[in-house]
C-alpha cells in the first residue's frame, strides 16, 4: 500500500493537523503520587475522580481510580510503573478506560489496552467502546436458539453450544481444556467462507508467552486469524493488565453482537484472572474473604459473563458466545473460583485427566458435563440421533462399572457392552481436526443402528474414516441436502442404511 | 506522608471552640509560637516523641516551657495530644490550623508558576482576576520555574489551570498521536 513516503508530505499532514488543532483552557483536578508501587498507586488529593475513572500520570502512562477514599485514592497502573515516582502530579481525564473494536481488529494480537503488539502497524479502528458495559436486559435478549458448532463429535452431540450461551470448560492442566476452544475457532472456518462469520476473539490471561505465540501460529495455519482477535495478557504484564483483558475482548466481541453478527469469545483463563484480581486487591488493602479473594470475586465475573447474550430480533439479533476455561487444581471441583463459575454459567464441559490418560481424547466427562440450554441449540437430525447416544452410553457406564470382573455375561448385556465400546470410540477425535455436523450426525446414525457392532473396536476409527470419505464420493448430493436441511429425513436416513451396506462388504 | 487524616480531625474540633469563642486569630498566633519554639529546641520536641517519658512528665514539661503564654484551649489541646499518643502531630498543626481558619475566612490560597519573574502590574491582574472567577480573597504564591518556557500555570486546592507554553506543547503532542493519519 505505502509505496514510497515522501518527507514534504509528511510535513504538510502534520501542518494541516496543527492548523486544525483548538485547544480550550480548563480547570483540571490533579492529584500527588503518595506511595507506588506493584503497579499500585496511591494518590494524594483527585478530589473530584470518580469511580473507576481513567487517570492521567506523567510519561504517557495511564491508571484506573479503584479505591476512592476520605483524602486518598487507590489506583491501578496501566503500563510501565517504573517511570513513575513519588510526588508526581496526577489528573483525571473524566473518561473510563475503553479499546478499539471493529472490524480493524479482526486478525491483529492486541494486548488489554487494545493496542496492536503483533508488529502489524497501528490499528485504524473508528470506534472505542468502554471495556465495563451493562449487560442487555431481559427485552433486549431472547433464547439461544442457533447451534454454535465446535465441530467435536463429543460436545455437538451431546454438550450442544447455542450462540449465546456461557459453557464453561473446566478441567486440570494438561487435559485439552485450550484445545477444544482452539478447535472451536478452527471450526467456524466454515460460516466464514459461507459469508457469516462467528468473530472470534481469544482472551489469554496469564499464560506464558510461548503458548499464545503456539495458538496464534496453529490459528494461523488452519486459516483461522482471518476472523479471530488475540487479546494477550500474558504472565509477564502486570496484573492489572490481565484483570482488564477479559473485559477488553468482552468489549470487542460486544460491538460485532450489537452490529447483528456473531462472535465468540473465550476467556482462557478465569482461574488466573481471579488471582491477577486477588493481587490488585489486596495490593490496595481490601479485605480478603475466602481464600483470600476478595468479596467482589463472584460480581466480577458474573458482570463479565452476563455480557453474553443473544439479541432480539429488534437489534438484529447479534450473539455474543462465552466460554470460560477455569483450571482446577488437583482434580478440586469445588475450589470457590470453579464453584463460582460453575453457578454463573450456562452448563460445564468436564475433562478428566484420568480419561485423558486412558486415550479418551476429547477427556470429555459425559457424565458430570451438561449443558443448559440443552436441545434448543441443536438442529433436529442431530437432536434425533444424540437421544439415544447418551442414553447407551449411559448404559453402557453403569454396566461396565458391574462387570468389571465377572465374565459369564448373558446375551443382552453383551451386546450392550460392545455398542458401548464402540460409541466411545467414535466419539474420541484428534485435535485440529474439527467435522462438519453432518459428518458427525453420519457416523452416530450408523453407531446407533448397530452397523458397527461386528467391527473390531481397534478398526472402528479406520472404518469411520474410510466410510466417510465414501459417503463424499459417493453420495455427496445426499451430504449436500443433509447439511441444507439439517433434518433426518427418512430417504437420508435409508441412503445412509444403504451406503453403509454397500462400504461394508468392500471393508476388510 | 502527612497523617492529614488524623490532624484534621482534631484541627477541626480546635477550630469549633475557637471560632465560638472568637479568639481564632489568637490560637493561630499561639500555634504558631509553639511551632517556632519545636524548630528552636530541637531537644524539645524529641522528649515529647520519646517513648519511654511518661505523659504525665510530658504534660509537665508542656506547662512548664509554655507557662502562661498560651491560652487554655491551646493548652488543653495540647494535653489531649499527649494524652492520645499523638504527640507526633505536634510540628504540623500551626501549619494546618492556619489553612483551616483560611478555608473559614474564606480566603483560598493559589500558587501561580511561571517562566520568568512577573511584573506587579502582572501579579496585580492576576489577583483581580482570580478573585474574581473565585468570589473570595485569594492569596498567590508566586514561583518560577523555568521548564515551562512560557505562559503560566496555576494551581488552585486540588485543580490546575495549565496555560503554560510546556502543557500546551504536550495537549498538542497527545492530539498529534491520537489521530488516525493513513
Request: net charge neutral; with cysteine; aromatic share 6%.
Amino acid at each position: 500500500m505505502v509505496l514510497e513516503l515522501r518527507a514534504e508530505e509528511i510535513t504538510a499532514i502534520i501542518r494541516q493537523e496543527i492548523e486544525s488543532y483548538k485547544e480550550e483552557l480548563k480547570m483540571e483536578s490533579v492529584g500527588t503520587v503518595l506511595q507506588v508501587g506493584d503497579c499500585i498507586a496511591r494518590i494524594y488529593g483527585l478530589d473530584q475522580c470518580k469511580a473507576s475513572e481513567l487517570l492521567e500520570f506523567p510519561h504517557g502512562v495511564y491508571g484506573i481510580a479503584l479505591n476512592l477514599e476520605e483524602d486518598t485514592v487507590g489506583a491501578i497502573l496501566l503500563g510501565d510503573a517504573s517511570e513513575i515516582k513519588e510526588g508526581m502530579t496526577v489528573k483525571c481525564t473524566g473518561q473510563v478506560i475503553s479499546v478499539p473494536v471493529g472490524d480493524a481488529l479482526v486478525g491483529r494480537v492486541v494486548n488489554a489496552l487494545g493496542e496492536p503488539i503483533d508488529g502489524k502497524g497501528p490499528i485504524l479502528a473508528d470506534k472505542r467502546r468502554p471495556i465495563e458495559g451493562r449487560a442487555p436486559n431481559v427485552v433486549q435478549r431472547q433464547p439461544v436458539k442457533e447451534p454454535l458448532q465446535t465441530g467435536i463429535k463429543a460436545i455437538d452431540s451431546m454438550i450442544p453450544i447455542g450462540r449465546g450461551q456461557r459453557e464453561l470448560i473446566i478441567g486440570d492442566r494438561q487435559t485439552g481444556k485450550t484445545a477444544i476452544c482452539i478447535d472451536t475457532i478452527i471450526n467456524q472456518r466454515s460460516e466464514y467462507e459461507a459469508g457469516n462469520p462467528v468473530y472470534c476473539i481469544y482472551v489469554a490471561i496469564g499464560q506464558k508467552q510461548s503458548t499464545v505465540l503456539g495458538v496464534m501460529e496453529t490459528l494461523q495455519k488452519y486459516g483461522a486469524m482471518d476472523y479471530t482477535t488475540i487479546v494477550a495478557a500474558t504472565a509477564s504484564d502486570p496484573a492489572p493488565m490481565q484483570y482488564i483483558a477479559p473485559f477488553s475482548g468482552c468489549a470487542m466481541g460486544e460491538e460485532f453482537r450489537d452490529t447483528g453478527r456473531h462472535a465468540l469469545v473465550i476467556y482462557d483463563d478465569l482461574w488466573k484472572h481471579a488471582v491477577a484480581y486477588r493481587q490488585v486487591s489486596l495490593l490496595l488493602r481490601r479485605p480478603p474473604g475466602r481464600e483470600a479473594f476478595p468479596g467482589d470475586i463472584f460480581n466480577l465475573h458474573s458482570r463479565l459473563l452476563e455480557r453474553a447474550a443473544k439479541l432480539s430480533n429488534e437489534l438484529g439479533g447479534g450473539s455474543l458466545t462465552a466460554l470460560p476455561i477455569v483450571e482446577t487444581q488437583a482434580g478440586d471441583f469445588s475450589a470457590y473460583i470453579p464453584t463460582n463459575v460453575i453457578s454463573i454459567t450456562d452448563g460445564q464441559i468436564y475433562l478428566e485427566s484420568d480419561l485423558f490418560y486412558a486415550g479418551i481424547r476429547p477427556a470429555v466427562n459425559a457424565g458430570l458435563s451438561v449443558s443448559r440450554v440443552g436441545g434448543n441449540a441443536q438442529n433436529k437430525a442431530m437432536k434425533k440421533v444424540a437421544g439415544s447416544l447418551r442414553l447407551d452410553l449411559a448404559q453402557y457406564r453403569e454396566l461396565a462399572a458391574f462387570t468389571k470382573f465377572g465374565s459369564e455375561l448373558d446375551k443382552a448385556t453383551q451386546a450392550q457392552l460392545n455398542r458401548g465400546e464402540r460409541l466411545l470410540e467414535i466419539l474420541k477425535q484428534p485435535q485440529y481436526r474439527p467435522m462438519p455436523v453432518e459428518q458427525q450426525v453420519s457416523i452416530i446414525y450408523i453407531a446407533n443402528q448397530g452397523y458397527l457392532d461386528d467391527v473390531p473396536v481397534n478398526r472402528v476409527k479406520d472404518f469411520e474414516q474410510g466410510f466417510l470419505q465414501y459417503l463424499k464420493e459417493k453420495y455427496s448430493r445426499v451430504l449436500e441436502q443433509f447439511r441444507v436441511s439439517k433434518e433426518l429425513t427418512a430417504e437420508v436416513s435409508n441412503t445412509l442404511n444403504e451406503a453403509v451396506v454397500e462400504f461394508k462388504k468392500n471393508f476388510r | 506522608m502527612i497523617p492529614t487524616r488524623i490532624i484534621n480531625r482534631y484541627i477541626n474540633a480546635l477550630l469549633d471552640i475557637a471560632a465560638a469563642r472568637n479568639i481564632t486569630a489568637d490560637v493561630e498566633q499561639e500555634l504558631r509560637l509553639v511551632h517556632q519554639l519545636l524548630q528552636e529546641n530541637p531537644d524539645l520536641l524529641n522528649m515529647l516523641l520519646h517513648p519511654k517519658i511518661s505523659r504525665l512528665r510530658k504534660k509537665k514539661l508542656l506547662d512548664e516551657v509554655l507557662g502562661k503564654t498560651v491560652s487554655a484551649p491551646v493548652r488543653n489541646f495540647l494535653h489531649l495530644l499527649v494524652e492520645k499518643k499523638r504527640e507526633g502531630i505536634i510540628p504540623y498543626v500551626g501549619e494546618e490550623f492556619k489553612k483551616a481558619a483560611d478555608r473559614l475566612r474564606g480566603i483560598i490560597h493559589a500558587t501561580v508558576k511561571s517562566a520568568m519573574e512577573l511584573s506587579a502590574e502582572h501579579r496585580q491582574k492576576l489577583q483581580t482576576v482570580m478573585e474574581k472567577m473565585t468570589r473570595s480573597t485569594v492569596r498567590i504564591a508566586f514561583e518560577i520555574d523555568a521548564a515551562l518556557l512560557g505562559g503560566l500555570q496555576v494551581y488552585i486546592g486540588n485543580g490546575i489551570l495549565d496555560g503554560s507554553i510546556q502543557g500546551r506543547l504536550n495537549r498538542l503532542q497527545k492530539y498529534l498521536l491520537e489521530r488516525n493519519v493513513s
